[in-house]
Nanobody, 115 residues
């Protein structure tokens, strides 16, 4: 099994920055994709950004140019640098890891952006 531990969330004012981290542990092998999703109250969970083992990156249009995803394979960790945060970014952010045919999720971490 793979366990995911998220950190770095919290409260920030509009225009500020946060950096989310997600460290994977357990049976770590053949991890293809690492990414971040978010879910705001009353809304569907949506993809924020993802990065493949080959370095391919995709962003949601709503965060492109403001957020940056990266991964450190030596640490089995994926990061999400969030700049120019807006109140609309307020949500629970979930780390996601795809390993072969399985998908693993973190428990979620709150990000709140005040105006």
């Amino acid at each position: 099994q793979v366990q995911l531990v998220e950190s770095g969330g919290g409260l920030v004012q509009a225009g500020g920055s946060l950096r989310l981290s997600c460290a994977a542990s357990g049976s770590i092998f053949s991890i293809n994709v690492m990414g971040w999703y978010r879910q705001a109250p009353g809304k569907q969970r949506e993809l924020v950004a993802e990065i493949t083992s080959g370095g391919n990156i995709a962003y949601s249009d709503s965060v492109k140019g403001r957020f940056t995803i990266s991964r450190d394979n030596a640490k089995n960790t994926v990061y999400l640098q969030m700049n120019s945060l807006e109140p609309e970014d307020t949500a629970v952010y979930y780390c996601n890891v795809e390993q072969l045919f399985r998908s693993f999720w973190g428990q979620g971490i709150q990000v709140t952006v005040s105006s």
